[in-house]
């Protein structure tokens, strides 16, 4: 919602003065469809041209974040919290008794209770890989640290790759405004012979191509890359709890302490407080 109220403000700001200050639309709307064809054909055809299919489809599906926002809120690091305080107990207590869990988290009785995170196949093996390791002897916790730190970094990398195109395109539609403002030139001067008034519509008209280049990089595709690239950072922070709990569980904290870490590394908006993470614990321990 917020994104659109920006659009919103944008048009309303650039027009609403362009129109305050005696300039007529007409000229604009007249000329709009034909500098978009080239303009807007150009930056998809330049965006196609530098991405395969994989990467357009990422960023298409991504454009919706902007919008939507981030995926994780306040109530989610709080299950992440149970959900990782769960497993926890259940190695510490009997680590056989984790790997029906670890090995088949569709079927677990443990990651079921909490339906949304069950969406995110990374955080699942995120979470499934590491213990799995560390049952498996892999536990020192400065290895296992780094390890994870590589396997977030390559995902966050691969997560940027949509603001990465955005910003390639932001970057190009000046210059294809350029281009567009060119072809008008080249146009109003094969029809030098005509009059004044005809001529002056027809250069204005060619100038509509650098404006439609400029306002687009900077007043919409730039914006929309530079939001997309927050909400993306800040969806990382939940990848970032889970390795910051699971490193914990390595240096054998009580079960209790390596939540708190979490919850201390958890973003301050989202950050549960502590009596309710408390009291959300007890709640996990007697359904227990």
């Excluded at 054909?41 to 196609?48: E, H, K, R, Y």
């Excluded at 939507?68 to 259940?90: A, H, M, N, Q, T």
Aim: hydrophobic share 45%; net charge negative; charged share 20%.
């Amino acid at each position: 919602m917020v994104g659109v109220v920006g659009i919103v403000i944008i048009f309303v700001m650039v027009f609403g003065g362009y129109v305050l200050a005696g300039g007529k639309m007409g000229i604009i709307l007249k000329a709009l469809p034909f500098e978009m064809i080239m303009i807007g054909g150009a930056a998809i055809g330049a965006f196609v041209l530098s991405n395969d299919g994989a990467g357009i489809k990422h960023t298409v599906k991504d454009v919706s974040k902007v919008f939507k926002g981030p995926k994780w809120k306040s109530d989610d690091y709080r299950d992440l919290l149970c959900l990782l305080f769960e497993l926890i107990r259940v190695a510490r207590a009997n680590p056989v008794a984790l790997e029906e869990h670890i090995e088949n988290p569709t079927e677990s009785s443990i990651f079921t209770k909490y339906p949304k995170i069950m969406t995110d196949n990374e955080a699942i093996a995120l979470i499934c890989d590491t213990m799995r390791s560390a049952s498996m002897n892999y536990d020192d916790p400065h290895q296992v640290e780094e390890v994870l730190e590589k396997r977030i970094e390559a995902n966050f990398h691969h997560s940027m790759h949509s603001t990465h195109a955005l910003h390639s395109i932001a970057d190009g539609l000046p210059a294809l405004g350029i281009v567009a403002a060119v072809l008008g030139v080249i146009k109003t001067m094969a029809s030098i012979d005509q009059p004044p008034e005809i001529l002056g519509k027809m250069i204005g008209g060619a100038l509509v191509g650098t404006f439609l280049g400029v306002f687009l990089a900077y007043g919409l595709v730039g914006p929309l890359a530079g939001r997309l690239k927050s909400v993306i950072e800040e969806d990382g922070h939940f990848y970032q709890l889970i390795r910051e709990v699971l490193v914990a569980n390595l240096h054998r904290h009580a079960p209790n302490i390596c939540i708190e870490v979490g919850r201390q590394n958890t973003p301050g908006h989202n950050r549960p407080a502590f009596s309710d993470l408390e009291e959300a614990l007890k709640a996990t321990k007697d359904a227990a």
